[in-house]
């Protein structure tokens, strides 16, 4: 696979609403994988991501490839995401209001490592520039090392993200619930923030 194989590109208006339930169903795919174990519905999907409709501040990224939405990337405008991970951020003394929220990067299995991630960053940063935000953050889920559901061969993306700039915020945790696969109910999850200034 080469990424010249792969048209990336901005959504907006009728291209971006035709995407929304390819993107829905990336979301659902890609989290259920390890560490997110997420056991999604495409209902939540689509309410989470009426979000990114008519929304300026909003950035909705699609990969295709021959015409198949195989990656998507969704950035907000820090304030206008949900309340659980903006407040660790004033807690801590940030302004809020000069960071964009790297929401998620999700991309199919055989499409990543061939620089997708690169162009998802490389757009989210330029996006973050012309809204006048001068950090962008993101929030990654933390799991105990002794999971039950841990692959044996798991590797994280810190590696990325610090080849990119990004440093974890130390101590600076997200709290957000959802159901893990196989799991009765919903449970509080912490993810730990990354942030670089742009």
């Not at 309410?47 to 699609?62: E, F, I, K, S």
């Not at 790297?102 to 757009?123: M, N």
């Amino acid at each position: 696979m080469n990424i010249d194989d792969i048209d990336v590109r901005a959504l907006t208006g009728p291209d971006l609403e035709a995407a929304l339930d390819g993107v829905a169903q990336l979301r659902i795919s890609v989290f259920r994988d390890w560490p997110y174990l997420y056991d999604g519905t495409l209902d939540y999907e689509r309410q989470y991501l009426d979000t990114y409709r008519d929304n300026p501040g909003a950035l909705l990224v699609g990969a295709f490839h021959n015409g198949r939405l195989v990656g998507a990337s969704t950035s907000t405008l820090m304030e206008d995401h949900a309340d659980a991970f903006a407040a660790p951020l004033r807690a801590i003394g940030l302004a809020v209001a000069s960071i964009l929220y790297g929401a998620e990067s999700v991309l199919l299995p055989e499409y990543r490592g061939i620089g997708l991630g690169h162009r998802f960053i490389d757009l989210r940063e330029a996006h973050a520039r012309k809204m006048a935000r001068t950090h962008v953050a993101f929030a990654s889920v933390v799991r105990p090392s002794d999971h039950p559901s841990k692959p044996v061969n798991a590797r994280t993306n810190d590696a990325f993200w610090l080849g990119r700039g990004y440093q974890p915020l130390p101590g600076v945790l997200a709290h957000f619930l959802w159901r893990d696969l196989g799991a009765p109910a919903a449970t509080e999850k912490a993810l730990q923030f990354w942030m670089r200034a742009i």
